[in-house]
């Protein structure tokens, strides 16, 4: 069964760096998935796609939060991360990520809440 389990700070301040981690089980991210993504939806708005690695380790962002964004993995613990830096009250939001399998479908975790504030 394939579960994604985001982890990370609840609670950032402003102008500091989020990070997050999302955890796989039941399959490799290094055979089994084709790419993981990041996504968030912020209160009262839908969601917003921020990026996404493949398993090449090519990375692609959202032109909008490109310049604060980092993906990458870790494939001994079978897991990928996210980073944006210089956080602001904007971005807090519900933090999802994905993994999409080389049928296409895509496997979603639960989410986790994301605040900045001071």
């Known amino acids: 069964q394939v579960q994604l389990q985001e982890s990370g700070p609840g609670l950032v301040k402003p102008s500091q760096t989020l990070s997050l981690t999302c955890t796989v089980s039941g399959g490799s991210i290094t055979t089994n998935y084709y790419y993981g993504s990041w996504i968030r939806q912020p209160p009262g708005k839908g969601l917003e796609w921020i990026g996404y690695i493949t398993n090449s380790d090519i990375t692609y962002y959202s032109p909008s939060l490109k310049s604060r964004t980092s993906i990458s993995r870790d494939t001994s613990k079978n897991l990928f991360t996210l980073q944006l830096n210089s956080v602001t009250p904007e971005d807090t939001a519900v933090y999802y990520c994905?993994?999409?399998?080389?049928?296409?479908?895509?496997?979603w975790g639960q989410g986790t809440q994301v605040t900045v504030s001071s």
């Open positions: 994905s993994a999409t399998d080389y049928s296409e479908y895509d496997y």
